[in-house]
């Protein structure tokens, strides 16, 4: 089972092009601050953006640098189900563990869309397949009903719940009948309760350049250290915020340039962060000390 704190790593780029030493520099940066794993082309790696040699080539690069220390969930998903099948075709082909695969999006199926997109993925393709529902970038949401039904396809094995209800989460562990399905957070900003009710962990975008608090967080939380997993959620509470001030992921990529980890590169249609909320984001950095 997937679970802990997980990055959804940012897509490095420079003069318009995927930047591969700085990618490999990250892969090792999270690592080396205790991240339990690495998700590559999801929302916040600008997935939508990429050509579909820059996907692979991210995933062959996350794979590579990553060498097993910790497992890779590489997006895969399409509002095209037999895009999404190819997708997921070429991450385990390229060494991934898994696959993070969204709810297709624009389309707007029904519930009973969502089951056989989703059930057609796992009959096509022998690997781990990891649902993400984030209603707020889809215009659909996978109710638990949907959720648990799927989550008896054996290699169906958890969902990231970007839906900012912890409601979402105690509905489907309620009708949950599987005791190795896991469920990760999609929202930095409710990591910490949804672990209390029963989550089993995040994919964070926070942790793009605070991998250890996020990491810390989750070690003390499944030590039993409640006090110290709830005074590090309030600690981080205000950077978390930070990072949503715009469309994501133009705040953590402005935040990673200002660190030095990455060139200040966005692909359009997003533009990178200017003006005011820089200064802003500046002065929340300094506060944490990420950046002097």
């Known amino acids: ?22 990618l490999r520099k990250l892969v090792n940066f999270q690592i080396e601050n205790g991240t339990d794993g690495i998700v590559p082309c999801g929302t916040t790696g600008e997935s939508a953006t990429l050509t ?19 497992p890779v969930i590489a997006g895969s998903g399409s509002n095209n189900t037999v895009e999404a099948l190819e997708l997921t075709q070429s991450a385990k082909d390229l060494g991934a563990d898994g696959a993070l695969v ?13 089951y056989y997109h989703y059930k057609k993925l796992a009959e096509n ?6 649902m993400y529902n984030v209603p707020g970038r889809t215009a659909v949401n996978m109710l638990p009903e949907t959720v648990n039904k799927l989550s008896k396809i054996d290699n169906i094995v958890g969902i990231k719940d970007a839906t900012g209800n912890i409601n979402t989460l105690t509905q489907s562990l309620t009708l949950s009948s599987s005791k190795d399905f896991c469920y990760l ?11 209390c009710v029963g989550g089993d ?12 608090i996020v990491a ?13 997993a709830k005074e590090l959620h309030f600690y981080v509470n205000e950077l978390s915020e ?13 935040a990673a340039a200002l660190m030095n980890l990455v060139e200040d590169e966005i692909r359009l249609p997003l533009i990178s962060m200017s003006g005011e909320p820089v200064e802003k984001l500046r002065s929340v950095l300094k506060k944490y000390n990420l950046i002097k």
């Open 1 to 22: 089972m997937f679970k802990g704190s997980m990055v959804a790593i940012i897509t490095p780029f420079k003069n318009g092009k995927l930047d591969e030493e700085a």
């Open 52 to 70: 579909y040699q820059e996907h692979k080539d991210v995933i062959r690069i996350v794979v590579e640098e990553t060498k097993k220390r910790v």
């Open 201 to 212: 962990g995040v994919i964070s975008v926070l942790s793009n350049i605070a991998p250890k």
């Open 102 to 114: 969204i709810t297709p999006y624009y389309n707007k199926p029904t519930q009973e869309g969502l």
């Open 185 to 195: 957070s999609g929202d930095d900003f409710i990591y910490f309760p949804f672990l």
């Open 125 to 130: 393709v022998n690997f781990p397949i990891i």
């Open 242 to 254: 930070f990072m949503f001030i715009q469309t994501n992921p133009i705040p953590v990529k402005k």
């Open 216 to 228: 810390d967080l989750y070690d003390y939380f499944v030590k039993g250290d409640f006090e110290k």
